[in-house]
């Protein structure tokens, strides 16, 4: 793989760097970046401010030493390379290294971007984690979207990677989706197979109600909730017949109804992870590590003030595993499956202190796992009408958002009276309406929450997903009207718009890269938000077709698309091609 200019650039000045030392003298670190000001150069470096003497002096002496390079000078404009301020040296990128990146993209297509940084690494991500017997709600939808386009990243990077989904399939909200399912086929005067006949959805719908009634009854009535405590120790156990019946429909139909969601949202995973599973392995190395878990109060703990934390339950006073155990067993499962270097775990950020508590005690057990796993907690998405709530039936499910959302862009579609057929608009609709939801979430931290904004997500123009897919489409558009390009031709005289394209086309691949190593998919948003809002200048300024310079303006249209194609499915985004 062709090495970045940056990575020539940042070559070349540590070698050169290292002859300026005396002998035995370590190499100090430095920087190599993108000045905020482009007049500054595209790279700029403070690697004469990290030696000992006087900067500006260093700097000069470097950068006389960095004009002789042969191998610099095929990227950089040698003539350009400048001692600035108290001693930062600035590059110039050469106009043919810059051209040459558009014959790069053209002809790697949708391999641009790549790099090495994980290969021959087996990484596992984990992500969306939806309950059977619970409804697939918003925060699903924000796990899913991080998770997904972590995945991609990593791909991207080189990793040999696997999608691996945990599942709650036992424990407290399956003993009151149960309760709470009997008595509503009861109230209703239904059994479990006139339930089986009606739709998928309204099965779903159903056992979302069910879970509802039950957790209100659960914290209501003290005679329920003993009831709810002994259902959940008999699921747990699986002795009773009727009890089973209803649990395996129950569980049969929920995954079922995930797998809708997650082919609409483009995630396809190879493993399947359940609390029923593991928890029975969690439970086997809590009781097996006496020396590392203490009893309190008839259950088993870890007791996490030692190490700046607090303590948390693993088994509880009837011996049944708790989160925490079962998520010891998860890691160990994992990795007799997929023996991973590396273990990415994505949840909402309620548990991040739970999970500090977990990777103490699985350091304690398999020092090797721990070391090797990486979690991610994600915010909360909200609404403006505020927090949803699983347990009071106000959930809002992420279908139903999904929903929402394409109701409005149909109704801007039919205001705008978009040239799109019947059979057409259907998917392009929904593809719109995924790409507006993940990227209201992925453009900022994975540690924000979120704020769904319906009328600024939705936009065609500014900081969302539909304006980058508009912005696709149109390039798309022109290039249709000339049956595609089997080249592109580079010019020697270039525009400023055309001079800005180009000067933040080639940063394409390092963003990738930075995005995967800080878990940042949100750096890759604001390079397609940037990119996005240079051509659109360009093409609002400049004619494409009919001009002397058609040719290397239709490439350059080319390239463009071709990128954000590529940054858009990097973060799980359908490029559509007309909107």
Not at 39 to 60: F, K
């Amino acid at each position: 793989m062709k090495d970045m200019p940056k990575q020539i650039i940042y070559d070349a000045v540590s070698r050169h760097l290292g002859a300026m030392l005396p002998g035995g003298v370590k190499l100090p670190g430095f920087s190599l970046e993108h000045p905020a000001n482009e007049t500054h150069g595209d790279y700029a470096t403070n690697a004469a401010m990290m030696m000992n003497g006087n900067p500006r002096e260093l700097a000069e002496k470097l950068v006389a030493e960095l004009k002789k390079s042969d191998v610099l000078g095929e990227v950089v404009d040698l003539d350009r390379i400048e001692v600035a301020g108290p001693g930062f040296i600035n590059f110039w990128l050469r106009r043919e290294c810059l051209g040459a990146e558009l014959a790069r993209v053209f002809e790697e297509k949708e391999d641009y971007g790549r790099n090495e940084w994980l290969k021959g690494k087996k990484v596992m991500v984990e992500f969306t984690d939806p309950n059977p017997f619970k409804e697939f709600h918003i925060g699903h939808l924000m796990s899913n979207g991080i998770g997904e386009s972590l995945a991609r990243l990593f791909e991207f990077s080189g990793a040999d990677l696997q999608r691996a989904c945990y599942q709650g399939d036992v424990g407290m909200h399956v003993a009151k989706s149960i309760w709470g399912l009997s008595k509503k086929l009861s109230e209703a005067g239904l059994t479990m197979a006139d339930l089986a006949e009606k739709s998928l959805l309204e099965r779903i719908k159903f056992m979302g109600q069910a879970y509802a009634f039950g957790a209100t009854k659960y914290e209501e009535d003290e005679m329920v909730k003993n009831e709810i405590n002994l259902l959940n120790k008999d699921i747990y156990e699986r002795k009773s017949e009727e009890i089973r019946i209803l649990y395996e429909a129950g569980k049969k139909w929920s995954l079922e109804y995930f797998e809708t969601i997650y082919k609409k949202l483009g995630t396809k995973f190879d493993h399947y992870f359940f609390e029923s599973e593991v928890g029975e392995i969690g439970k086997r190395l809590v009781e097996e590590h006496k020396d590392i878990f203490e009893v309190s109060d008839g259950a088993i703990v870890f007791k996490g003030d030692k190490y700046g934390l607090h303590t948390r339950v693993f088994l509880n006073s009837l011996g049944l595993p708790t989160y925490e155990a079962k998520e010891l067993g998860l890691a160990k499962a994992k990795y007799d499956k997929f023996t991973y270097d590396w273990s990415v775990v994505v949840t909402g950020n309620e548990i991040n202190e739970y999970f500090k508590v977990l990777l103490k005690a699985m350091s304690l057990i398999f020092p090797e796992l721990a070391a090797k796993t990486t979690h991610v907690g994600h915010g909360m998405l909200r609404l403006k009408s505020g927090k949803m709530s699983s347990r009071t039936g106000k959930v809002v499910t992420g279908e139903g958002l999904i929903a929402d959302v394409a109701a409005e862009i149909r109704k801007k579609m039919e205001l705008a009276a978009r040239k799109v057929t019947e059979e057409e608009k259907d998917p392009l609709v929904e593809a719109i309406a995924v790409g507006a939801i993940k990227y209201s979430m992925l453009k900022q931290g994975p540690g924000k929450d979120i704020i769904f904004d319906f009328e600024g997500s939705l936009s065609f123009e500014g900081d969302s997903g539909p304006y980058l897919q508009y912005v696709f489409a149109r390039t798309n558009s022109v290039l249709a009207k000339v049956g595609g390009i089997d080249r592109v031709v580079d010019e020697a005289e270039v525009n400023e718009e055309e001079m800005r394209l180009l000067r933040w086309i080639y940063r394409f691949g390092e963003v990738v890269e930075l995005a995967a190593k800080q878990l940042a998919p949100n750096l890759l948003c604001s390079y397609l938000i940037e990119l996005a809002q240079r051509f659109n200048t360009f093409y609002n300024k400049h004619q494409i077709l009919g001009v002397e310079t058609e040719k290397f303006r239709l490439g350059l249209t080319a390239v463009v698309g071709q990128v954000m194609k590529n940054g858009l499915s990097l973060l799980g985004i359908e490029a559509v091609y007309q909107m």
